[in-house]
């Protein structure tokens, strides 16, 4: 699978499931290297501190993806609208 296909995979593993909501932001893009890094912004992560976020994102990955392919996520960041908005 190459990393545009992996990238897909990962986006519509986060759409289809706990982020498919109309007002969710998904964006995966290439980190370093051969990595990938993921932002979701999401109101789902109102109020949730941030091992919350992490355990949300990551309960999709792993369920969905194998193991060398969610290996490949170097970053993934959650925030709520809000929190964009006081940065």
Known sequence: MTKEQLKEKIYDVLRRGYFDGPDDAVDVSDGPEDSI???????K??????????????????????????????????????????S
């Open 37 to 43: 890094h993921l932002v979701i912004v999401s109101r």
């Open 45 to 86: 992560f109102d109020g949730r501190r941030l091992k919350e976020k992490n355990n949300m994102i990551w309960s999709q990955l792993m369920q969905f993806l194998a193991a060398n392919e969610w290996g490949k996520v170097s970053l993934s960041v959650g925030a709520s609208p809000e929190e964009i908005k006081a």
